[in-house]
């Protein structure tokens, strides 16, 4: 029987109803989660029968504020907040696949070990304020990729601290914004590469901020824009891959060092949380 998480999962999602793949993924890991969606799309998302009766529904249809996910993202850290959690996991709603990064082979995982192991490395620290999983595509096989960087962004599943005194704000790359902020405060955040999130290429799909945010930009030139206007000392706007892009320098962090919190100990050897590796046949393998 698998055990639980120390943390709720929220997984923010609009007009994608029968296209909300994070769900169908957290099921298959046996993660429990709440998808929040607007008034306007709960009967939707009900009749997917990977959502189901999982939804939590916000006050109003946040959308129609022109501000993508931010007002969404802020209602749920109060919503956890008032639950008394300490922290929170927010997905994004097109992760297609959960994997984990073993000896420089990627394996997908069927069991929510890796949340856990995810949750208990940064409760080792009392000074992170953001953790959570590397994309698959970053995390490459051919590249020697250590268990986890520190202080970098942490995108799309992230393990929230709840007492930041920062919310999401703007309309565009705030996780890379909140993730600046959380640096420049002097605390750490962690990214894991042990374990993975395979997200779909942003736009890729309908739905979500695609059609709201993304079609109406210039390449996305005012996305590299609008954050190097927030953090000009780190960030500055450059075109590649026919696109824009905004080049963050995340070296000022260096000095920012892991603190272990009081009375935590940790023992020897592997624990490896029950996760063992079975053979699905000749051209793949599951951890469960």
């Known amino acids: ?6 943390y709720p999962v929220y997984v923010i999602s609009k007009g994608r109803p029968s296209s ?15 998808v929040v969606v607007e008034p306007s799309e709960v009967d939707a998302y009900r009749r997917n029968q990977w959502v189901g009766s999982d939804v939590l529904v916000l006050p109003l249809d946040f959308s ?3 501000c993508g996910s931010i007002p969404v993202r802020n209602w749920v850290w109060n919503h956890s907040l008032a639950r008394g959690d300490e922290r929170h996991w927010i997905l994004d709603d097109n992760i297609e696949d959960f994997n984990r990064l073993n000896k420089n082979t990627k394996f997908r995982v069927r069991t929510n070990a890796t949340f856990r192991a995810c949750e208990d490395f940064t409760d080792r620290f009392s000074n992170v304020g953001l953790s959570g999983m590397n994309y698959y595509s970053f995390a490459k096989a051919t590249d020697p990729v250590p268990p986890f960087y520190t202080n970098t962004r942490i995108y799309s599943c992230i393990l ?3 007492s930041l005194e920062f919310r999401w704000r703007g309309r565009f790359n705030e996780d890379t914004d909140l993730s600046l902020r959380v640096l420049k405060s002097g605390l750490c ?22 059609n709201d945010l993304y079609e109406k930009t210039n390449d996305r030139k005012e996305f590299a824009e609008s954050l190097a206007e927030q953090h000009p000392d780190v960030v500055r706007v450059t075109r590649k891959f026919n696109r824009w892009h905004h080049q963050v320098d995340y070296s000022s962090f260096k000095e920012n060092k892991l603190t272990r919190s009081e009375g935590v100990s940790v023992g020897s050897g592997i624990d490896n949380y029950e996760m063992v590796l079975v053979d699905r046949g000749k051209h793949y393998k599951e951890v469960m």
């Open 1 to 6: 029987m698998a055990k639980e998480l120390r």
């Open 20 to 34: 909300c793949i994070t769900v169908r993924s957290l099921r298959k890991c046996n993660v429990p989660f709440k």
């Open 64 to 66: 129609e504020r022109g």
């Open 160 to 162: 929230v601290n709840n």
């Open 189 to 210: 955040t962690i990214l894991f590469n042990a374990f993975l999130c395979g997200k779909v290429t942003t736009m890729r799909m309908d739905g979500g901020n695609t």
